[in-house]
């Protein structure tokens, strides 16, 4: 009688209990395995199970959604790091962006997330340009589009409201000029057009004290409260909205039938 073969140690690892709760498929050495390494990966589950490869070329998607997904992580792990060190306050927060250079370990981080928000907003740009030259925003996929473009003006909130932290004179008058802008809101400015619409008898309901411009400032003028507004709105709620539209997009890719192809 034959002896079977000795198996290896990773041969009995693989047939194990604990393997077999985790990995519920052999080797992705097929088309079946293949497709199920996708579907049961918590990270690829949103990416199609199949895709053309000429949806995968990088001279047709300049890689630019991908990118651009890379600096968002690039950002926030550098931005929770930068956290630890920063104190969003009138007193400390032009201090706290010095000693982040040079008196902090790790200073680096401060210029891997300034920078890294630079090229994040190109990135998108880019995106957005190609999937615009390449038609790949009419249907079925217009409904993605439009979560797209919402990505492109979170990304540039982003890069507003991170604009203040530093607290220097460049950032206060920025955001000065650029927060002026927010009087010409539709009916939300008080400078805007549709606001003189809004009135009870003689009493206007839009004016500078509660218009766009004072709710993103909390005032009149940029302040302390407009720099701990623009921190919250920086840190926690404008990345919480973008990460939910994120997975959003990603899962509209696969519905719409994976990743566009060239027309």
């Known amino acids: 009688m034959a002896t079977p073969p000795k198996k290896s140690w990773f041969d009995n690892l693989r047939e194990s209990q604990v393997w077999n709760s985790i990995f519920r498929h052999g080797p992705p050495d097929n088309t079946r395995n293949r497709s199920l390494a996708v579907l049961t990966n918590v990270f690829l589950h949103l990416h199609p199970v199949k895709v053309r490869k000429s949806g995968l070329r990088l001279k047709y998607t300049w890689c630019a959604g991908g990118t651009t997904f890379f600096l968002f992580l690039v950002e926030t792990i550098t931005g929770l790091l930068l956290m630890f060190y920063y104190r969003p306050t009138a007193e400390y927060a032009f201090v706290d962006i010095l000693d982040l250079r040079s008196q902090v370990p790790l200073g680096v981080m401060r210029e891997i997330h300034r920078w890294g928000a630079h090229a994040m907003v190109i990135a998108v740009w880019l995106h957005m340009l190609r999937v615009f030259m390449t038609g790949s925003y009419k249907p079925p996929r217009e409904f993605n589009w439009n979560v797209g473009v919402l990505l492109l003006v979170l990304t540039l909130l982003l890069s507003f409201t991170g604009y203040l932290l530093p607290w220097d004179q460049l950032a206060m008058w920025a955001v000065t000029v650029g ?44 302040g302390s409260a407009a720099l701990l507004r623009f921190y919250v709105l920086h840190c926690v709620g404008i990345p919480l909205v973008a990460a939910v539209l994120m997975a959003v997009h990603f899962w509209r890719v696969r519905k719409d039938g994976g990743i566009s192809g060239p027309l």
């Open 179 to 222: 927060s002026n802008m927010a009087r010409a809101t539709p009916f939300l400015g008080n400078e805007g057009p549709g606001a003189a619409l809004l009135k009870v008898g003689d009493i206007g309901l839009v004016h500078a004290g509660d218009d766009a411009r004072f709710a993103l400032l909390a005032g009149r003028f940029v």
